[in-house]
């Protein structure tokens, strides 16, 4: 897969990619998973709103964000940033394995602990660990798990401790004192990467996500929506409708398909949908779909596409000359 092209064109080496930071966020940690951004120049940020201006000013070549996690559901400020406030186009989606941590000092005890730091969101998905290991003990808000051990980690404190991603406790200094303490082992977040322009090619594992605005409000808008997409046989892996913030009851629909736009069902699909909606379809991206079986579906594709390609060649190759 290529690496998009920095903002000022001197190629993947220059790559500058803005994240949500501080370091050592779930946000750091998926990116890091990606091997061709391993030479980029990481840049993060203090807010999803920050990132995404970096793209859009050209002061970072991709932003990379959470968009959805499998317990709390939609990130709705990245959402709603990429529907409404930016023209960015999505590159790729990264699928990464959740798992909160008590981090502390060296040495410090459980017993001995009296309060623990953390995001809000983050504390109330380990409820179950804190309600039977460290009931009583205060907890302290922080703008996220990152934050809550870089403030830790800053100040030796051994009745202290913090809830977040294993890579915080390496960047500042902590140990893990017991892992995994969230309540539910199978939670997921999946991100996306963003840049200001450009669409990855097709890999045959792909995923298109777009936005439908209905310019009026009508019995069955929603039916004739999903009916272009049955008549194709084309599966949509996410259905969502969110507040256009332009009155009450005012509603869009985000959709991720399975299928890439260079794909023809896929484009004729997209453009009857911007016919029938008066124009009211906003594209997010093309690009290839997560999972742990993407790697080889995309292989398949590319097996099958080589074979197809090789029986046509010997088709027509017997075509005989004009006399």
């Not at 703008?143 to 404190?157: C, M, P, V, W, Y």
């Not at 991603?165 to 390496?170: K, S």
């Amino acid at each position: 897969m290529e690496t998009p092209a920095s903002a000022d064109g001197d190629g993947p080496a220059s790559l500058r990619i803005s994240f949500l930071g501080p370091a050592g966020t779930f946000t750091e940690e998926a990116l890091l998973t990606q091997p061709d951004y391993a030479s980029a120049e990481l840049v993060p940020a203090a807010t999803l709103a920050d990132v995404i201006d970096e793209v859009k000013g050209g002061g970072a070549s991709l932003g990379f964000l959470p968009i959805e996690n499998a317990i709390e559901g939609t990130v709705n400020a990245t959402l709603d940033s990429l529907v409404f406030d930016a023209d960015l186009l999505i590159q790729r989606e990264v699928v990464l394995d959740v798992h909160l941590n008590l981090l502390a000092h060296p040495g410090a005890a459980i017993g001995s602990l009296r309060r623990v730091l953390s995001f809000p969101v983050a504390t109330a998905q380990c409820r179950g660990f804190l309600s039977d290991n460290l009931r009583g003990v205060e907890v302290v808000a922080t703008n996220s798990t990152a934050e809550a051990a870089r403030i830790l980690g800053a100040k030796h404190d051994a009745h202290s401790a913090a809830i977040a991603p294993r890579l915080a406790a390496t960047l500042y200094g902590l140990e893990v004192m017991a892992p995994a303490i969230e309540d539910h082992p199978d939670n997921k977040t999946r991100f996306v990467a963003v840049a200001r322009e450009g669409v990855p090619a097709p890999t045959g594992h792909d995923k298109t996500s777009i936005v439908c605005f209905q310019s009026d409000d009508r019995p069955g808008n929603l039916h004739g929506i999903l009916g272009q997409f049955a008549a194709r046989s084309i599966n949509l892996t996410k259905l969502e409708s969110r507040p256009t913030k332009r009155g009450l009851g005012d509603y869009c629909f985000i959709i991720d398909l399975e299928g890439h736009i260079s794909d023809e069902l896929v484009a004729a699909c997209l453009r009857d949908l911007h016919a029938e909606l008066g124009g009211g379809v906003k594209f997010l991206g093309s690009y290839p779909a997560a999972g742990d079986h993407g790697p080889a579906r995309r292989a398949e594709a590319a097996a099958a596409w080589k074979a197809a390609e090789s029986w046509m060649s010997t088709i027509r190759s017997q075509v005989r000359a004009q006399e």
